[in-house]
């Protein structure tokens, strides 16, 4: 049961993040996104942590997307330019095509590393994480309190430096 | 699906496999009630509705179909199924007919989570109608908890669902291919953003007098009183956490003052501009069924549930969680039908400037009192 699950979560999960790149609609595209997310909470809950699958789904599904899908509406672009035309070969194209080929590559065997090496190394037994609430905020805010603060100080410089950027018109 | 944070419902499953015991019968029988009470109380607000409107206005409101016009709900649901169901040429026509679909389950699925009564046992009640003599039910001992499923994590369950709400709305403005409805969507979003995040603060405030994110354990540190006579509830000690969720919730549900998605008088109708017959029929659904939940939640989290004033006999708590909603559902209402919509620089002002700081300090305040002095 749990395994049928598992297959079909991550054949949705995989599906709908092909799709996402596939489209040329960025609406769907958002909408794909969506529903990627909601498989991957349901992954999540599948693996006995139903804590990260709902705040996944408040904060990447719920709080993000709109964003997303705010911008999307408000420049409603029907659909994708594309600069290059479809007959352009894969590997050949102009720079940024090239240098996002080199990075999805590069990633490819990244994973495909990873995920040899996690069969390799077997998981420690009877060391079953912690999924309460009350677990993970003792982790979070005591034995990873650094990091979580480092974490917000580095979301407030970018939120400082996106209200820069977008600013019209810079002060002397 | 193991240990204290697991999500499982119910207690009929064991080992996996699903037996039809008489306690999972009486799980399934819950779900329907449920569901069925939600259905009917979409229409029995329409009614509410109307008759509220006409008395503040000096009408007489609906009066012919049915004894003061109690069936007028009936006509109006006959009405919208026998319409003509409509779609622009320009639109997209799966997004289109999504739209609607996503608004009504996120709407139902909320309520999902939501405890409407304290743990009851019906044994009693399988004997009185001889259900043990005639099926030979037996097992009914254990108290089933009323409401579709039980969750952990109940409230984030229904704070993601709801976030999860205005999907549909957006997704309708959009598909629909119109200037209306496109901002109208806009501003469901923008507005959504804006107020989900005094929503979340204000609740947060509540999980951590009580400790707990299942609103069934909210709902039971509720119980009692002070002094004998003032019942432990949680608006309380959390009036400000009540004000701000409330407003937050109408505004979540896109309700007057707050309806800038549909608002009629800028907008024709907003999201729903190009809507018809039993689409437009599921985005009236929906905003009565968000309503109803957050009027629930607000029982539940602030106005102590099931627990009343003075203690009824066992296993008709729910009559007061009734009782308490109608109130919450009428003040929504009276609030429509009494006060103008908002500008939109005004709602967006009143959400970022003065809601939101106001949910930061009283979450900090609670949780210095929390932590320092203790209730």
Redesign the interface.
């Known amino acids: ?2 395994a049928l699950l598992f297959w079909i979560l991550a054949a949705v999960t995989v599906a709908s993040a092909v799709l996402v790149i596939g489209q040329r609609n960025p ?2 595209s958002v ?1 794909l996104l ?1 529903v990627m997310f909601m498989a991957l909470a349901g992954l999540y ?2 693996l ?4 990260a699958a ?2 996944q ?2 904060i990447y ?3 993000i997307m ?2 997303f ?2 911008v999307v ?2 420049l ?1 672009v029907p659909t994708e330019e594309t600069p290059i035309g479809r007959q352009a070969r894969l590997l050949g194209g102009v720079g940024p095509r090239r240098f996002g080929a080199l990075l999805s590559a590069a990633l490819a065997l990244e994973l495909f590393w990873a995920l040899g090496r996690l069969g390799a190394v077997a998981m420690p037994a009877g060391d ?1 994480p912690e ?3 009350k677990a993970i905020g003792l982790r979070l805010f005591r034995d990873y309190a650094f990091a979580f603060e480092a974490t917000s100080v580095l979301i407030l410089v970018a939120m400082v430096g996106a209200v820069i950027l977008a600013r019209k018109e810079p002060q002397p | 699906m193991h240990g204290p944070g697991s999500l499982a419902c119910g207690h009929a499953r064991d080992g996996g496999a699903l037996k039809m015991t008489p306690e999972l019968i009486a799980q399934l029988i819950v779900i329907g009630f449920t569901f069925f009470m939600l259905l009917n109380s979409a229409a029995v607000l329409v009614y509410m509705e109307r008759k509220v409107a006409a008395v503040i206005q000096q009408r007489y409101g609906p009066y012919l179909v049915g004894p003061k016009g109690a069936l007028q709900p009936l006509a109006d649901i006959i009405k919208l199924i026998f319409k003509e169901e409509l779609r622009p040429k320009s639109a997209d026509a799966f997004l289109f007919y999504l739209a609607p679909i996503v608004s009504a389950t996120a709407a139902f699925a909320a309520f999902a989570v939501v405890p409407w009564g304290a743990d009851t046992d019906f044994s009693t009640l399988a004997r009185l109608l001889f259900l043990d003599r005639i099926f030979g039910f037996t097992g009914l001992e254990h108290p089933i908890r009323l409401a579709a499923a039980d969750v952990n994590v109940g409230l984030l369950v229904i704070f993601s669902i709801t976030a999860m709400g205005v999907y549909g709305i957006v997704l309708a403005g959009w598909s629909s291919n119109s200037k209306y409805s496109l901002l109208g969507a806009l501003r469901a979003s923008a507005q959504m953003i804006s107020y989900e995040i005094s929503y979340g603060l204000s609740f947060a405030a509540v999980i951590m007098l009580a400790g707990s994110l299942s609103l069934a354990t909210i709902v039971d540190q509720q119980a009692g009183y002070w002094f004998g006579f003032i019942p432990k509830w949680y608006i309380f000690i959390q009036p400000v956490g009540f004000f701000i969720f409330l407003t937050a919730g109408v505004a979540e549900t896109n309700r007057a003052p707050f309806d800038f998605p549909e608002a009629e008088q800028e907008l024709v109708a907003g999201y729903h501009t190009e809507y018809s017959s039993m689409s437009f029929a599921m985005f009236f659904l929906a905003e009565y069924v968000n309503m109803v939940t957050v009027s629930a939640v607000a029982t539940d989290l602030f106005l102590g549930g099931w627990h009343g004033p003075f203690p009824l006999p066992d296993g008709f708590g729910w009559v007061w969680f009734l009782a308490k909603i109608f109130v919450l559902l009428f003040f929504y209402i009276w609030m429509r039908w009494t006060l103008p919509r908002y500008r939109y620089d005004q709602l967006m002002e009143f959400g970022w400037k003065w809601l939101l700081p106001a949910a930061v300090l009283n979450l900090l305040v609670s949780a210095y009192i929390a932590l320092r002095v203790g209730w």
């Open positions: 049961m749990d609406m769907r909408l969506i809950v599948t006995g942590s139903p804590f709902v705040v789904i408040i599904a719920g709080a709109v964003l899908l705010f509406m408000l409603n079953t999924t309460t609430v």
